[in-house]
Every structure is written in structure tokens, then in C-alpha cells.
């Protein structure tokens, strides 16, 4: 039985544990002492641990680093025995305990998320991230803001100094320092700063030398109308640096100054607000560089605007470019009569690499202003290099959106544009490797092979060098993760890397990456799709036809590619007889599959092959719900596990588009992938 599933009795006492901060323990709301130093170690090392079994090899490297004596495995278990009474003192002699338990790969502590200050830390720290990803700015300063109040001090005070620099417990004060970085962004856009500046001081005097973490100290403390004191803050660290590094400031800490002696930093919370998710996108406050919303829940996570976000990727396709047809599904283009699409800006002198562009495309009208706002904050000369993630579930035209807007925007990009696809999520071929990326870009570039240095490493530095002084857009298609993406991001000032995924991609995000995450198209927008594929006149005489369809494909426009491929194939068959046909195949995806140019179930296989199999099984089980929302309640019940499970598994569908977390804690499963998933569960 899981710790999450056993019922209290089952565990004996009531217990609470800190580890961030001094190491402390209440049971029964009487707290313990903890002993000796070495007894306060090995609780904090089990309780890093989080509910796995430590290696004894590690415990006695814990208390004796180095070389252990003899005799230190068996006062190791002498050690344990004391901590095993302390925690449960009514245990009969020689018990086996249901708190500290021996197991094959070492001793494990039976917890629960409540009991331990860093598990409810590190949940909603994944909180934050989650509402991050989807352009809740507020929600997300708020979960960030409420995991940082666990943090009480330096982790695991209390023990021998040697023994507080084990690999576990810095990792866990790299953490604390990521989430504050987290927390600063969020708050800095939704105008929540005050309430962060505490654990952002706390962060900075835990290291000093941390340059990103400072600069968002700086424009937290500018934010808060605290003016001098962020000037203050920049010489001290400006200070530091010279002193104890021997170097300058960085391009990310220098914006931050240059922009509280501009007093620029009160655009980060007033930007526009973007509603895509309805029938009729509204876009409000429009003003280049703004961050945006676009799912009407609050602002996206844009933190740094001039600050150094990420950088651009390449073209893994060479001179060629890839057919349009691979790009995005055929339903991706416009409404008859559509406009052609006009480049602004100068004509390109550089590489242009981008596939073709989508003829005609259809609607996207709000989205595609968005993208123009993000442009328009990078393209200057002085501009930081940045990123704009475009995110959403298979087939509802990420690719098509970021290859049309791209030649739209390709004239404000001089020096070049580039494309690589990344297959993240391609089912039957493995990731790009960044090094393989990393040649092609440079071919296209125009070095040629002879000249190619050996390495990752050696390839992304000449590639930030050839793009230093350079204007480049970049679209990154289809990444599989941030540690991909990384080697690909150039530094140079004006470049702007447009990247696809269906992955939540939080570390880029955290980095100042804009999201941009997309909903099947409106019903106006999908209705005009079919019509352009099907023949205007052909839709106009079959409305209710028309609309079933719509209705049944649920608007995702690779499903409309698949199902208008057969009927214009087949244009003697009134769309009243595609109608039927949908009905009869409702509950599964054989309507929209073995399409020449697209397939729906194996676009969906792609997303699905990436889960933990936990999470698989809980989305194999999502079509038994039969209320109107999934909520972490409603999944335990469905599912057979913890609330606290249930949401963990809900959020891993999520951040790869299985679901949607419309609101908070509430979910909806698009009726494609309820067919997808009943399919997976018939058979497994």
C-alpha cells in the first residue's frame, strides 16, 4: 500500500518533518529531538529522498566522507534503530516499523506530500509551472509564492557543515533558487512583486554570484517603486563580481540596470490581454512587446522583454526546405479569396530555409497579431535574442501557424530564416540529436564540411559566432524538450527563435520564452477551412452537413484535412453521406486515419508514447468519466488513487496536451482523444 493510499492508522502517529531550513520533527504536534548531529543527518538525507530507498553506501558516506572505519556499518545501525524509536515510540522490540523501513536497495522513510515541507514545496512549485505554461501569471506568482514560504533557510541546518554539501541537498538549494527565479517572472508580469521581494533577498544572499537571480531582484525591487535600493542592489553585485570573479556584469544583469535607470520596468505589468479560446478573439490593450494571454486567465509569463530571453535554432532540412504538405495538414490554409500573405520589412540577404508557406490560410487572426506584438519587441537593434513557444495538442496547427506567420515577419529578418524539424514527437524516428541540428544549420550558414569543428560544444560556439551582429528568425519545430533546444539558442541581439511543441517546455518558458498555446480554431475560422477544401459552393449547399462535421471532427483541423481529403476526392458523394459516415464512427478515430497527407490516431500515438505509464493508464481510464469536468477528485475516484496522485497524473496529461486545464484544477478531454484513448484502453 502507498504511502498516499494508507489510511493514518496504518502509519501510526501523526507526523511533520522540515527540511528546508533547520531539520525538525513534530509528532502529534509535539516536536522531537532529533539527537545527535549525525542521527539529524541521516532524517534529513532519507527525508531528500522523498519516499525511496537510500543506498546504505550513501548513508555511511553521509556521516564518514572519505573513507568509513570499520565500524561504520554497524553504527550506522545503531544510528537508524535510535531514529526508528524516535519516530515511532511504542514500536515492539525488533518490530520492522511502518516509518523507517528496510528495503533491497536500502533504507526508505514512509511519508507522506503533506508531512514534508520540500514534497509540498516541490508540488507547487509544479503548480506554478503548470499555470506558467498555460498564461496564468497570476495564478502561477501565487503557487510560486506559497511554495517559497516552506523555505525557512539554508537546507538542512543543523548538521555537520561537510555533510550539508552532499550532492541531494545542494540539488534541492538549486531548486529553492530556480523557483524564486520562477516566482520573480510570474510576479513581475501580473504585478504581484511585493509579496516575492522576501524570498528574492533571501535567494540572493544564499548566492551572491548568481547574475539572473540579482537582475530579477533588481527590477522586483523597481517594480516595487524601491528605485534606489535596486541601484544599490546592481553596484553591490556590480562590485562583487569584479572583486571576487575579476569580470563585468552580463548582458541579462546590464539590461536590468539599463531599465531601472530607464524606469521601464512598469511595462511588465501592464501589457494586453488576448482571449483566443472563443468564438470571436478579442485583443485589448494592444502595444508592441507587451506580454499577452492567450487563454483569457491572466497575462502569459514574459519576464524580461530587453532581459536575455532564449535565442533562435536551424534548418535540419539543408537547401531543399521540406514539402508543405509535411509541415502541417491541408487544412491549415485559407477561405477562398484569401489575401497572400505579404512579407514586411527588406528582402533577405541571408539563408532562407523556411518551408513553403500555407496557400491560403484560414483565420488565426488574433494569434497571428500576437506574434507580430512579440516581433516587434525583438527585432530592434538593441534588442535581447528571444523565443516564442507555440504550444497545443496534435493537429491543431502549430507548425501551420509558425510556418505562415514566419514568411509573413520573414522581410524584418534580413540576414536569414531558418527551419529545423526537431521530431520530438514523430513515432516512428527518434529525436534530433542538437548536434545534428547543429551541422545542418551551419551548412545552411554556409560553412562548409572541411570546417566543421568536432563536438557540440565546439559547433553552437561557431554558430552564436556566425549570428553575432545578425537580425535571424528561427523556427525550432516540433522539440522534444529544453535540453534539445538549448545548444540551438543563439545569443545575438534581434534573433527570434519561433519553437513548436507539444510539450509544456517550463524550463524555456522559465527562461523568458513568450507562450502561445492554441485551441482548435472558433467554429467561423474551422467553418471557412472546410468550404476552402471542400469547395465554397459544395459547403454553402449542405450547411447542416457542414456543421456535423465540423462538430464531430471537434474542429481540429488535422481531423478536417483527413475527412475533406476523401471528400473532395469523392466529389459526386453529398457531404450529408461524410456526415453519416462520421456518425457511425463516432467513438473512434477509423473516420479520420489513412489520410494521404495526415492520420490522426497516429499523430495522437506520438503524444501518448511519451507518457509514464501511470499517467497512460489514467488517460486509458478518461473516457468512463461521464460528468461534464475532470477534476483531481473525480480522476482518484475514476482511477483508484490519491487525490494528490491523481492530480500529479492530470497535470503530466496536461503538459502534453492530452487535456486541458482550462481553469484551475478543472479539466476537459477533447472528444477525439476520448475516441484515442478508449481505442488505447480497448486494446492494452
Same mark, same amino acid.
Given at each position: 500500500?502507498?504511502?498516499?493510499?494508507?489510511?493514518?492508522?496504518?502509519?501510526?502517529?501523526?507526523?511533520?518533518?522540515?527540511?528546508?531550513?533547520?531539520?525538525?520533527?513534530?509528532?502529534?504536534?509535539?516536536?522531537?529531538?532529533?539527537?545527535?548531529?549525525?542521527?539529524?543527518?541521516?532524517?534529513?538525507?532519507?527525508?531528500?529522498?522523498?519516499?525511496?530507498?537510500?543506498?546504505?553506501?550513501?548513508?555511511?558516506?553521509?556521516?564518514?566522507?572519505?573513507?568509513?572505519?570499520?565500524?561504520?556499518?554497524?553504527?550506522?545501525?545503531?544510528?537508524?534503530?535510535?531514529?526508528?524509536?524516535?519516530?515511532?515510540?511504542?514500536?515492539?522490540?525488533?518490530?520492522?516499523?511502518?516509518?523507517?523501513?528496510?528495503?533491497?536497495?536500502?533504507?526508505?522513510?514512509?511519508?507522506?506530500?503533506?508531512?514534508?515541507?520540500?514534497?509540498?514545496?516541490?508540488?507547487?512549485? $509544479?503548480?506554478?509551472?503548470?499555470?506558467?505554461?498555460?498564461?496564468?501569471?497570476?495564478?502561477?506568482?501565487?503557487?510560486?509564492?506559497?511554495?517559497?514560504?516552506?523555505?525557512?533557510?539554508?537546507?538542512?541546518?543543523?548538521?555537520?557543515?561537510?555533510?550539508?554539501?552532499?550532492?541531494?541537498?545542494?540539488?534541492?538549494?538549486?531548486?529553492?533558487?530556480?523557483? #524564486?527565479?520562477?516566482?520573480?517572472?510570474?510576479?513581475?508580469?501580473?504585478?504581484?512583486?511585493?509579496?516575492?521581494?522576501?524570498?528574492?533577498?533571501?535567494?540572493?544572499?544564499?548566492?551572491?554570484?548568481?547574475?539572473?537571480?540579482?537582475?530579477?531582484?533588481?527590477?522586483?525591487?523597481?517594480?516595487?517603486?524601491?528605485?534606489?535600493?535596486?541601484?544599490?542592489?546592481?553596484?553591490?553585485?556590480?562590485?562583487?563580481?569584479?572583486?571576487?570573479?575579476?569580470?563585468?556584469?552580463?548582458?541579462?544583469?546590464?539590461?536590468?540596470?539599463?531599465?531601472?535607470?530607464?524606469?521601464?520596468?512598469?511595462?511588465?505589468?501592464?501589457?494586453?490581454?488576448?482571449?483566443?479560446?472563443?468564438?470571436?478573439?478579442?485583443?485589448?490593450?494592444?502595444?508592441?512587446?507587451?506580454?499577452?494571454?492567450?487563454?483569457?486567465?491572466?497575462?502569459?509569463?514574459?519576464?524580461?522583454?530587453?532581459?536575455?530571453?532564449?535565442?533562435?535554432?536551424?534548418?535540419?532540412?539543408?537547401?531543399?526546405?521540406?514539402?508543405?504538405?509535411?509541415?502541417?495538414?491541408?487544412?491549415?490554409?485559407?477561405?477562398?479569396?484569401?489575401?497572400?500573405?505579404?512579407?514586411?520589412?527588406?528582402?533577405?540577404?541571408?539563408?532562407?530555409?523556411?518551408?513553403?508557406?500555407? !496557400?491560403?490560410?484560414?483565420?488565426?487572426?488574433?494569434?497571428?497579431?500576437?506574434?507580430?506584438?512579440?516581433?516587434?519587441?525583438?527585432?530592434?537593434?538593441?534588442?535581447?535574442?528571444?523565443?516564442?513557444?507555440?504550444?497545443?495538442?496534435?493537429?491543431?496547427?502549430?507548425?501551420?501557424?509558425?510556418?505562415?506567420?514566419?514568411?509573413?515577419?520573414?522581410?524584418?529578418?534580413?540576414?536569414?530564416?531558418?527551419?529545423?524539424?526537431?521530431?520530438?514527437?514523430?513515432?516512428?524516428?527518434?529525436?534530433?540529436?542538437?548536434?545534428?541540428?547543429?551541422?545542418? %544549420?551551419?551548412?545552411?550558414?554556409?560553412?562548409?564540411?572541411?570546417? %566543421?569543428?568536432?563536438?557540440?560544444?565546439?559547433?553552437?560556439?561557431?554558430?552564436?559566432?556566425?549570428?553575432?551582429?545578425?537580425?535571424?528568425?528561427?523556427?525550432?519545430?516540433?522539440?522534444?524538450?529544453?535540453?534539445?533546444?538549448?545548444?540551438?539558442?543563439?545569443?545575438?541581439?534581434?534573433?527570434?527563435?519561433?519553437?513548436?511543441?507539444?510539450?509544456?517546455?517550463?524550463?524555456?518558458?522559465?527562461?523568458?520564452?513568450?507562450?502561445?498555446?492554441?485551441?482548435?480554431?472558433?467554429?467561423?475560422?474551422?467553418?471557412?477551412?472546410?468550404?476552402?477544401?471542400?469547395?465554397?459552393?459544395?459547403?454553402?449547399?449542405?450547411?447542416?452537413?457542414?456543421?456535423?462535421?465540423?462538430?464531430?471532427?471537434?474542429?481540429?483541423?488535422?481531423?478536417?484535412?483527413?475527412?475533406?481529403?476523401?471528400?473532395?476526392?469523392?466529389?459526386?458523394?453529398?457531404?450529408?453521406?461524410?456526415?453519416?459516415?462520421?456518425?457511425?464512427?463516432?467513438?473512434?478515430?477509423? +473516420?479520420?486515419?489513412?489520410?494521404?497527407?495526415?492520420?490522426?490516431?497516429?499523430?495522437?500515438?506520438?503524444?501518448? $508514447?511519451?507518457?509514464?505509464?501511470?499517467? +497512460?493508464?489514467?488517460?486509458?481510464?478518461?473516457?468512463?468519466?461521464?460528468?461534464?469536468?475532470?477534476?483531481?477528485?473525480?480522476?482518484? #475516484?475514476?482511477?483508484?488513487?490519491?487525490?494528490?496522485?491523481?492530480?500529479?497524473?492530470?497535470?503530466?496529461?496536461?503538459?502534453?496536451?492530452?487535456?486541458?486545464?482550462?481553469?484551475?484544477? !478543472?479539466?476537459?478531454?477533447?472528444?477525439?482523444?476520448?475516441?484515442?484513448?478508449?481505442?488505447?484502453?480497448?486494446?492494452?
Amino acid at each position: 500500500m502507498s504511502a498516499d493510499l494508507a489510511p493514518r492508522g496504518a502509519r501510526g502517529a501523526a507526523m511533520r518533518f522540515e527540511l528546508l531550513g533547520p531539520v525538525r520533527a513534530w509528532r502529534d504536534g509535539t516536536e522531537l529531538d532529533l539527537g545527535f548531529p549525525q542521527q539529524r543527518a541521516l532524517l534529513a538525507l532519507l527525508l531528500a529522498y522523498e519516499g525511496r530507498p537510500v543506498p546504505a553506501g550513501e548513508l555511511l558516506g553521509l556521516l564518514w566522507p572519505g573513507h568509513p572505519p570499520a565500524s561504520a556499518p554497524n553504527v550506522l545501525r545503531r544510528y537508524l534503530g535510535a531514529l526508528r524509536r524516535l519516530l515511532e515510540p511504542d514500536l515492539p522490540p525488533r518490530a520492522p516499523g511502518r516509518r523507517l523501513l528496510r528495503h533491497p536497495g536500502g533504507h526508505l522513510l514512509e511519508v507522506t506530500p503533506d508531512e514534508v515541507d520540500l514534497l509540498r514545496f516541490r508540488e507547487l512549485t $509544479r503548480q506554478g509551472i503548470r499555470a506558467a505554461v498555460t498564461g496564468r501569471a497570476e495564478t502561477a506568482a501565487l503557487r510560486f509564492t506559497d511554495a517559497l514560504r516552506e523555505w525557512r533557510g539554508p537546507v538542512a541546518m543543523g548538521i555537520a557543515a561537510a555533510a550539508r554539501e552532499h550532492v541531494r541537498f545542494t540539488a534541492v538549494g538549486r531548486e529553492l533558487l530556480e523557483t #524564486a527565479r520562477l516566482a520573480a517572472d510570474a510576479a513581475l508580469l501580473c504585478g504581484r512583486t511585493a509579496q516575492i521581494l522576501p524570498a528574492l533577498r533571501r535567494a540572493t544572499a544564499l548566492d551572491p554570484l548568481d547574475e539572473p537571480l540579482h537582475a530579477r531582484l533588481i527590477l522586483s525591487l523597481a517594480a516595487c517603486g524601491l528605485q534606489a535600493e535596486a541601484l544599490a542592489a546592481y553596484e553591490d553585485v556590480r562590485r562583487r563580481l569584479a572583486t571576487e570573479l575579476g569580470i563585468t556584469p552580463g548582458t541579462e544583469l546590464a539590461a536590468a540596470h539599463t531599465r531601472v535607470l530607464r524606469q521601464d520596468v512598469g511595462r511588465l505589468t501592464s501589457g494586453p490581454r488576448m482571449d483566443v479560446g472563443r468564438e470571436t478573439p478579442v485583443v485589448r490593450a494592444s502595444r508592441p512587446g507587451a506580454a499577452v494571454d492567450v487563454r483569457g486567465e491572466g497575462a502569459a509569463v514574459d519576464s524580461w522583454g530587453e532581459g536575455g530571453g532564449p535565442g533562435a535554432a536551424v534548418d535540419v532540412w539543408g537547401e531543399g526546405g521540406g514539402p508543405g504538405a509535411a509541415m502541417a495538414p491541408p487544412g491549415e490554409g485559407g477561405a477562398p479569396g484569401a489575401a497572400p500573405a505579404v512579407s514586411e520589412g527588406t528582402p533577405s540577404t541571408g539563408p532562407t530555409r523556411l518551408p513553403p508557406d500555407i !496557400h491560403g490560410f484560414t483565420g488565426r487572426k488574433a494569434e497571428l497579431e500576437w506574434l507580430t506584438a512579440a516581433r516587434d519587441a525583438v527585432t530592434g537593434a538593441a534588442a535581447a535574442p528571444a523565443a516564442v513557444w507555440i504550444g497545443g495538442m496534435a493537429g491543431v496547427g502549430k507548425t501551420a501557424l509558425a510556418v505562415h506567420w514566419a514568411h509573413r515577419a520573414a522581410g524584418r529578418f534580413p540576414d536569414g530564416h531558418l527551419y529545423a524539424a526537431l521530431r520530438g514527437s514523430d513515432p516512428a524516428r527518434p529525436a534530433a540529436e542538437p548536434e545534428e541540428a547543429l551541422r545542418a %544549420m551551419l551548412t545552411a550558414l554556409g560553412v562548409p564540411a572541411t570546417r %566543421m569543428p568536432a563536438g557540440a560544444a565546439a559547433l553552437t560556439g561557431l554558430y552564436r559566432t556566425l549570428l553575432a551582429g545578425r537580425r535571424v528568425l528561427v523556427v525550432l519545430d516540433d522539440a522534444a524538450g529544453t535540453e534539445q533546444l538549448h545548444p540551438l539558442l543563439p545569443a545575438a541581439p534581434g534573433c527570434l527563435a519561433l519553437v513548436t511543441s507539444r510539450h509544456a517546455l517550463p524550463g524555456l518558458i522559465a527562461s523568458g520564452a513568450r507562450p502561445l498555446r492554441l485551441e482548435p480554431p472558433p467554429a467561423d475560422d474551422a467553418r471557412a477551412m472546410l468550404a476552402r477544401l471542400v469547395g465554397a459552393d459544395r459547403a454553402a449547399a449542405e450547411p447542416g452537413a457542414a456543421d456535423e462535421i465540423l462538430l464531430r471532427s471537434g474542429r481540429l483541423p488535422l481531423a478536417l484535412a483527413v475527412v475533406a481529403e476523401r471528400a473532395a476526392a469523392h466529389r459526386e458523394i453529398p457531404l450529408a453521406d461524410t456526415a453519416a459516415y462520421l456518425r457511425e464512427k463516432e467513438g473512434t478515430l477509423d +473516420a479520420f486515419t489513412g489520410g494521404a497527407t495526415a492520420d490522426v490516431r497516429v499523430a495522437f500515438l506520438g503524444s501518448y $508514447r511519451l507518457l509514464s505509464p501511470e499517467a +497512460a493508464r489514467l488517460f486509458r481510464l478518461l473516457p468512463r468519466h461521464g460528468g461534464p469536468g475532470l477534476t483531481p477528485a473525480s480522476a482518484a #475516484a475514476l482511477a483508484g488513487l490519491s487525490v494528490r496522485g491523481a492530480r500529479r497524473l492530470l497535470g503530466e496529461l496536461a503538459e502534453t496536451h492530452l487535456i486541458t486545464e482550462h481553469t484551475p484544477g !478543472h479539466y476537459t478531454l477533447h472528444r477525439l482523444l476520448g475516441a484515442f484513448a478508449a481505442e488505447r484502453a480497448r486494446h492494452t
